[in-house]
């Protein structure tokens, strides 16, 4: 079976040195690709030269909501000269209210500026969303329908909004938190989205997922996670909705193609 990890950072310093094997692991695990995104201009370049390194690698440049008052004066120049220079996608971007004294309207200002590129760009967008979906649903209002499909990763918002974001033009991206057992709302989440919406991801090197290991100490949450964790989500994912895994695993791989055709085009070219 076949793989693409729709969201990860290669980039981290916990795990970048260890880049090889981890690229290896996921070649044997079957995933051909893991889309991997920045966090701030500061990795911007490292996520470029890991992905001129290693193919398999689809490089994804943008500010975390978590970073942005990291922005230099010129970033939303740095950050166009990536986009148009290297074929790639947008993010990881978004909004985060989950901590109260996050500067709430440099986020969305921020945020906006990336949605605003990945229409005139038409790139697709890796988009980051906690504790603020009705700003979220407001702001995409605003901006209509995207052409080029763009996805929510490691959703955790309810399901009757799914149909909101699908009408937008999204796909929505789980990751191992829909492998833990008390995840009710997710696994919810997931049998509301279309067959053809629904991507995977691993957040690699965070949310391990919930996978017994052979050892005596069960689960092991506090391990980096990897992309080779993508067969063990899928397996676990499918089975939580009752679907065939191999069924599943093909319309996720399918969708993860679709979702980031514009990237395979532009290499195609060069
Ligand atoms: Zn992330």
């Not at 790639?88 to 989950?98: A, K």
């Not at 009710?184 to 279309?194: E, I, M, R, T």
């Amino acid at each position: 079976m076949q793989y693409i990890d729709s969201h990860c950072h290669l980039h981290d310093s916990r795990i970048n040195q260890n880049l090889g094997p981890i690229i290896v692991r996921a070649k044997r695990a079957g995933v051909r690709y893991t889309a991997s995104c920045s966090t701030m201009e500061e990795n911007f370049e490292l996520t470029a030269q890991i992905s001129q390194q290693y193919p398999s690698i689809l490089p994804f440049f943008g500010i975390h909501p978590w970073f942005v008052d990291t922005i230099s004066s010129d970033w939303k120049q740095t950050l166009e000269t990536y986009l148009t220079t290297i074929p790639s996608g947008i993010g990881e971007t978004g909004i985060d209210f989950t901590d109260k004294s996050a500067n709430q309207d440099l986020q969305l200002g921020v945020f906006k500026y990336h949605l605003s590129l990945a229409k005139e760009l038409e790139l697709p967008i890796n988009i980051h969303v906690r504790k603020a979906w009705d700003t979220f649903i407001h702001v995409l209002k605003k901006f209509g329908k995207f052409r080029t499909p763009g996805m929510i990763h490691s959703y955790s918002g309810s399901a009757d909004m799914i149909p909101i974001f699908e009408k937008a033009g999204f796909y929505i991206s789980f990751s191992g938190s829909v492998t833990n057992p008390g995840a009710k709302k997710v696994v919810s989440a997931l049998k509301k989205v279309s067959q053809d919406r629904f991507v995977l991801e691993t957040d690699t090197p965070d949310i391990y997922p919930y996978i017994e290991q052979s050892d005596s100490q069960g689960f092991q949450l506090n391990r980096l996670n990897e992309p080779a964790n993508i067969p063990a989500i899928a397996q676990i994912a499918s089975s939580r909705i009752g679907l065939d895994c191999e069924a599943f695993c093909e319309n996720v791989y399918q969708n993860s193609k679709t979702l980031f055709l514009s990237i395979f085009e532009k290499r195609e070219k060069e």
